[in-house]
């Protein structure tokens, strides 16, 4: 039985961006997997050993059963500990270890995918317990690989795939997390609209509109008075909303039209990622 459509486009994306980690990594010296990456406290090894971590519990391996040390300074919630936990078990491990467990998880996760009946809707064990459907699970996966290439990327200066599929796939999680920035954490006033016209090699225009109650909603037609109009690039934009960047660090990238209090309160609260 074939991959189920609705998922086939994750899977696609996910396989990618999973191979072109592999690639990214394979040549590195052992000094070069120490180097520090966008995600704030992890190495490129700590990147990998997520990546490696994370496919595992999805083809259902048991998770370690490791104690993790008290000075992790970027370890403060449950659910940041409990990621941690697939990534300093790995701590240690020479770089020929890490790719053969890269190489060997993407063949058995290759397969997994290339062999999967289940239904989209079909629930799995997801983090801290809890449970996701298998759809939700495998779009988080393909999201989560392409931001971490990302990661890797900028840490060895080799950009690309920046319009792949995992790009687009990431593009359309992030934009959820935007009627929640602009309503709650900017506190954008009722019956306003903010539109953010990005540019670039994934490119879009969406509005986010506030209702009288002050809830929140995206969608892509244009508004003829917004509040503020935020004008970006796409690495920009994923970056920021992935909270590998600052937006005083980047201000300059940023054009902003009408309320710029609002826009700065927007921007400054801009990352959705955990």
Known sequence: MSLHPSLQTYADAWTQSVEAISELVNPLAESEWS????????????????????????????RPIHTLP???????????????????VRRHHTAPEMT???????????RQLR????????????????????????????????????????????????????????????LQGLPKVVAKKAGAPANSA????????VEFLRTVRVDAEGKATVDSAPSLGPLATLSLDWETYFRLACGRVTYASVADRVKIEGDHELADAILRNFAVTP
């Open 70 to 88: 008290r000075d992790l300074y970027h370890v403060q919630t449950e659910g940041q500990r409990y990621m941690e936990m697939q990534v300093d």
């Open 115 to 174: 062999n999967e009946s289940r239904d989209p809707s079909h629930k799995i064990r997801g983090p801290l317990g809890t449970e996701q459907t298998l759809e939700l699970a495998t779009r988080m996966r393909a999201f989560d690989v392409w931001v971490h290439e990302q990661d890797l990327r900028t840490t060895l200066k080799k950009p690309g795939n920046l319009d792949s599929p995992g790009a687009l796939v990431a593009r359309d999680l992030l």
């Open 35 to 62: 180097w520090a990456t966008p995600c704030p406290g992890w190495s490129v090894r700590d990147i990998v050993s997520h990546v490696i971590g994370l496919d595992c519990e999805m083809l259902g391996d048991p």
């Open 100 to 110: 053969s467990e890269l190489e060997y998880t993407i063949i058995r996760r290759s």
């Open 194 to 201: 903010v539109v953010f016209d990005v540019s670039g090699p």
